[in-house]
């Protein structure tokens, strides 16, 4: 099972990128994926997460500027991040929960996720 996180950069405020997270060795279809992240000194904390089915949640920080979305046919779930600002700044992770029936409309809990990819940077400043 891998799950490979990549996209992230330096980017102004105000700024775009979208991640990506492509993964293998899993029925990707069938698994809820969602996005962390984790700001230095801060604990990881959630971001967003779609279900088999394209449902979507987004922790507050983040609904109305980021966007996430899945391809089934690339085993590659993306996530949209626009209109960025220095409080983005944290090293993003991608993460797969096996559990397709846990999806919910709340913020997914570290602990529900059976696979966690490496991470990607992102920093924004201008």
């Known amino acids: 099972v891998q799950l490979q996180a990549s996209g992230g950069g330096l980017v102004q405020p105000g700024g775009s990128l979208r991640l990506s997270c492509a993964a293998s060795g899993f029925t990707f279809r069938s698994y809820i994926m969602a996005w962390f992240r984790q700001a230095p000194g801060k604990e990881r904390e959630f971001v967003s997460h779609i279900s088999w089915s394209d449902s979507t949640y987004y922790s507050d920080s983040v609904k109305g500027r980021f966007t996430i979305s899945r391809d089934n046919a690339k085993n590659t779930v993306y996530l949209q991040m626009n209109n960025l600002k220095p409080e983005d700044t944290a090293v993003y992770y991608c993460?797969?929960?096996?559990?397709?029936?846990?999806?919910?409309?709340?913020?997914?809990?570290?602990?529900?996720?059976?696979?966690w990819g490496q991470g990607t940077q992102v920093t924004v400043s201008s």
């Open positions: 993460a797969a929960d096996i559990d397709a029936s846990r999806w919910a409309a709340r913020p997914g809990k570290l602990n529900e996720y059976d696979y």
